[in-house]
């Protein structure tokens, strides 16, 4: 390689464009200074001034750095709820928020205990649930237990009101006894008042009409049940004195009769007894890195008691805990990416550049860019969210691509003899232009995500969009002066030589043809394997799996304890909710929801009030407690009993219920004449026998007395009247169902785990068939999904388009232009003044029509701009064609952390396809790709690859998924940039001259002295 030394600047005003060819040939090519644009002239004045004031600018641009870095630190803020990527102008949205307004964060956290034996499983939850208790500052809505006892007082409310008014009936029937007359509640008297009540019912039933005859049977019934219990009793008393039975008639339905089990504490424990389920509320907010107090101290509190209670396991998961452990583990997993990362773009570059200088300059560059970027974040936006913070490793992969592309052409210009300042000022007004084109088509393409509905992306993409101009900026700011002052007293040959890949450039100038055919093919035949074919027609298979499971991070307990949970309770952390006005139509819309058949089980607490409201039920529970209030205690001695009034009165029953054919008359004959046989045995002494007779018969009526008493005390215990009302329920449960203004929630659970698209769709569908207003984390997880998809995919739209228009604005200039710009709008405003309906169609389907004029009307005007925007366009559509096949085989499906990389694509892509064309547009005749055009986009494409690349580190899935599909999509991008795409625009090069070199033969090219083929070179002098 021939050197020169610095020169001066040519008097004749001439710049120099020098390109170094394959076999060491060294092309120089003047272009007249008078054919600049403005564009090309603003950024070459800008350059000599900043090289020339080299320290004047760095000194500006440290103090804009240290303003932005004071704003970024007292201003900027950071949102780390899922919920804040979501736009509050959605109406499912806003149905979230006002849920969350009403009832506060829904973040529970779940403390699972598991073991063999329920006993130990209660004492575990009884601890845990106690220490949380014991901190409200930290927890809130502890929930492991329900102790009902509070509502066993008001029992009684819980009838319906015809069930307390013949409870109320059958009391006062037993006014007497209540105030104290026990007497007639004797065996005699109870007896007595049966065979009675039999005969009366039988003479009354033959005088009364045949209308009454159904209510006179319904009474016999009645007293025929009553008999049958007194012969039974007796009959069992006689067999066992021991084995009482009430002859009382209950005075509740058997549904409502209560059990002390009924009041006991129930835990919260799966149907198999082997988990023990702990909920509590953690107060406070997380940091940005996923902690907060209130976990910290939880994890505390869960290894103490784990610690305590070897029998069992303790274990934390739910949704706070899962973000917490996520991110944390994220962190972890990006700071070794991070140094994976850095040592790899690191010598890349030192490989790429050959030096350690001139890196540096690149990366202290970007670090520049993104301090300002952080400061334009600040005022443009004022905070991050878990999306957007991601803007930084954007600007990393894309925004050092700009200061790669300069130093590469610098170099380059350097080593074929330029000075510094006039190096500096030709890089800029030839691949000056190329980086500001790139720049402003990545940053539009980014900032069209600013008009989708999904609050996180379209923050990103204003973020990510400004600061990729932000980088550019700095590049023509700051690198040309730190150039100035690190290559000031370095010769020419001192630098560094970049990477030049002449067996590329030696391939795609010697056979484009061949290399066009081989690579078009390989392209498609690998894009295809994206589709199966089947009989009814092709199948993408590359899938969009909306599975938040499978995004999660491998190896972490919370996890794999979500897991087991589900597999053992069949619980699912996720349900919709459902808000209602009372609790009547909480019990109507709960009745609703149970039909359907996706949905599991409904929780809430409007079921556990009275089904009928107060207004129906008061009076009679008062006038029931009213008679119970004055209940008489037993008497000590009972009377005496005389055997034979007894026999004669149980005979009298007997020979009443004889003369009926009723089941439960002929069951209460065969069992008191078995008792009346034995009552009577005949074997003992007539004196024994009447002493045994009476001792019995005194025995029972003592117990059935005590019995009647027992039954009243009851009674009395369950009816205080006393309204039930939502503050007799614990806080835990009432503030989880009940909001402050009386709105009544209801949770619904779906009957299978809804985290794929399928069930979760169907599930959403039926709940909404029910409440249209419903919300919750599925829906959310839904609607949100949807709409990420349609944000991405409506931000790709917007892009591709902004790109081609911004592609066409550089390319045209003039009259052509100006007609191509506005005569899509004059077939706009055509078809909205004559076509019925189009106000209604979505936007994006005016911006495709208007791209798609303008490209037809540049078209007729300036074809070859039109040829020159589509094959900038190649890296990255055909890149995500060929990055589709790659998928394609290797089973690799998108989902909501990758889909991503569809606008990334776009901007990584057509960053390189814009050099390529630039430099394509700076020759004359046959193209050769220049070596520092290969350099650079080899260089910003391996350090992308590089640094997407290390994400595949990570134990959480979505990051490895990310960089998987990144890498894939970089390294489609770049082979096309440099094989497909050069090779193309070789054989357009040479079929539009057909004078060139290139259009003769080749072979002779290879024998001409090196010599022979250098031109005169007017070398500039450099006053260094």
Not at 36 to 58: I, Q
Request: proline share 5%; charged share 15%; hydrophobic share 45%.
């Amino acid at each position: 390689m021939q050197q020169f030394p610095p020169g001066s600047d040519d008097s004749d005003g001439m710049t120099i464009e020098l390109t170094r060819p394959d076999a060491d040939e060294v092309a120089v090519r003047p272009v007249e200074a008078s054919n600049h644009g403005w564009l090309e002239h603003l950024l070459m004045h800008l350059t000599v001034w900043v090289s020339e004031n080299a320290r004047t600018a760095l000194i500006f641009v440290a103090l804009l750095s240290v303003v932005s870095l004071g704003i970024t630190a007292r201003f900027l803020g950071f949102k780390t709820n899922r919920s804040d990527l979501i736009s509050p102008d959605t109406a499912f949205h806003q149905r979230w928020l006002s849920y969350v307004d009403k009832f506060g964060d829904s973040g529970e956290v779940l403390i699972v205990v598991e073991g063999q034996q329920r006993r130990s499983i209660e004492q575990a939850m009884d601890s845990v649930g106690s220490a949380l208790e014991a901190e409200p500052e930290l927890f809130d809505r502890v929930l492991y237990r329900f102790d009902p006892g509070a509502l066993k007082s008001k029992s009684l409310q819980y009838l319906a009101p015809q069930d307390l008014d013949r409870l109320l009936g059958q009391l006062t029937e037993y006014g007497p006894i209540l105030d104290g007359h026990w007497n007639q509640a004797g065996l005699e008297a109870y007896t007595t008042r049966l065979s009675g009540s039999l005969q009366l019912l039988q003479q009354t039933q033959a005088s009364v009409a045949p209308a009454q005859h159904e209510s006179i049977a319904a009474q016999r019934r009645q007293v025929l049940e009553q008999s049958r219990l007194l012969s039974r009793s007796l009959h069992q008393f006689g067999l066992d004195p021991q084995r009482f039975e009430s002859p009382w008639p209950a005075p509740l339905p058997q549904a409502m009769q209560p059990s002390e089990a009924q009041f006991q504490p129930r835990y919260q424990i799966n149907e198999l007894g082997t988990m023990g389920f702990v909920l509590a509320l953690p107060t406070g907010s997380q940091d940005f890195g996923g902690g907060s107090r209130s976990l910290s101290r939880l994890r505390e509190i869960v290894r103490e008691y784990d610690d305590l209670h070897p029998e069992v396991a303790i274990g934390l998961t739910g949704i706070p805990v899962l973000e917490s452990d996520e991110m944390l583990r994220s962190q972890q997993d990006m700071a070794a990416a991070s140094i994976i990362s850095f040592c790899g773009v690191g010598l890349l570059m030192l490989i790429g550049f050959r030096g350690f200088r001139h890196p540096v300059l690149s990366l202290v560059t970007l670090l520049v860019g993104i301090v300002w970027c952080l400061g334009y974040t600040t005022i443009a936006v004022g905070h991050l969210n878990i999306l957007s913070v991601s803007f930084a490793a954007i600007l990393i992969g894309l925004g050092i691509d700009f200061a790669i592309h300069y130093l590469a052409k610098y170099l380059e210009l350097r080593h074929h003899g330029q000075g510094l300042t006039s190096a500096l000022k030709a890089t800029s007004g030839s691949v000056g232009t190329g980086i500001v084109t790139a720049a402003v088509t990545t940053a539009l393409a980014f900032g069209c995500a600013m008009f989708t509905q999904f609050l996180g992306v379209a923050e990103l993409g204003m973020i990510a969009g400004g600061g990729i101009l932000i980088c550019a900026a700095a590049t023509f700011f700051v690198l040309p002066a730190l150039v100035t002052i690190s290559d000031r007293a370095v010769e020419p040959r001192r630098l560094p030589t970049p990477f030049e890949g002449r067996m590329i450039r030696f391939l795609t100038r010697r056979f484009p043809g061949a290399v066009c055919l081989l690579t078009l093919t390989a392209i498609v035949a690998v894009g295809l394997q994206g589709f199966e074919w089947t009989e009814t027609g092709a199948k993408s298979r590359v899938q969009y799996d909306a599975n938040l499971l499978n995004l999660q991070a491998r190896g972490i307990d919370s996890v794999e304890l979500q897991h087991r949970v589900f597999d053992e309770s069949n619980g699912s952390l996720l349900y919709g909710v459902s808000l209602a006005k009372s609790p009547f139509e909480v019990r109507q819309r709960k009745a609703a929801f149970l039909e359907l058949g996706t949905v599991g089980r409904v929780e809430e607490m409007a079921s556990y009030l009275p089904t009928y409201p107060p207004a129906e039920t008061k009076l009679l529970v008062q006038g029931i407690h009213a008679r119970l209030s004055h209940l008489s205690e037993l008497p000590r001695e009972f009377p005496r009993l005389d055997p034979q009034a007894v026999g004669a009165a149980l005979e009298g029953l007997f020979l009443q219920l004889q003369q009926s054919s009723e089941p439960e008359a002929q069951e209460a004959v065969q069992l008191l004449d078995q008792f009346l046989d034995r009552l009577n045995a005949p074997q003992l002494p007539e004196q024994q026998a009447v002493a045994e007779q009476v001792a019995l018969l005194s025995s029972y009526q003592r117990a059935m007395l005590t019995a009647l008493h027992h039954q009243f005390q009851t009674l009395a215990e369950l009816s205080n009247p006393a309204p039930v009302t939502p503050e007799d329920f614990p806080d835990a449960i009432r503030e989880r169902f009940l909001s402050e203004d009386g709105t009544w929630l209801m949770r619904v659970y779906p009957r299978e785990q809804v985290w794929e698209e399928a069930p979760l769709q169907a599930f959403v569908t039926d709940v909404r068939s029910v409440d249209a207003e419903v919300t919750g984390t599925p829906l959310q997880n839904f609607e949100a999904a949807r709409q990420i998809r349609k944000s991405y995919f409506n931000a790709s739209i917007y892009a591709l388009s902004v790109i081609i228009l911004t592609l066409l604005i550089d390319a045209m200039s003039g009259l052509p232009l100006a007609l191509t710009l506005t005569s899509p709008m004059v077939v706009l405003g055509f078809l909205w003044t004559n076509l019925a309906g189009v106000e209604t169609l979505p936007i994006r389907n005016f911006v495709m029509v208007y791209v798609v004029v303008a490209v037809l009307v540049a078209a007729i005007f300036d074809f070859h701009s039109v040829r020159n925007t589509f094959l900038a366009l190649m890296p990255p559509v055909l890149g995500l064609f060929l990055m589709f096949g790659v998928l394609g085989l290797a089973g690799i499906d998108l989902n909501p952390a990758n889909l991503i990389v569809l606008p990334l694509i776009l901007g990584i892509g057509v960053d390189d396809g814009v050099h390529v064309i630039h430099d394509f547009r700076l020759q004359k005749g046959d193209y050769r790709t220049s070596p520092s055009i290969i350099n650079a986009i080899t260089l910003t494409s391996l350090t992308s690859m590089v640094g997407f690349g290390s994400m595949m580190v990570s134990a959480h899935q979505g990051l490895v998924s990310l960089g998987i599909v990144l890498v894939v999509g970089v390294g489609s991008c770049l082979f096309i940039s440099l094989v497909t795409l050069p090779a193309l625009l070789t054989l357009i090069g040479t079929a539009s001259d057909p004078t060139s070199p290139a259009a003769a033969s080749d072979q002779n090219a290879e024998h001409v002295p090196e010599t022979a083929r250098v031109l005169p070179i007017h070398r500039d002098r450099d006053s260094a």
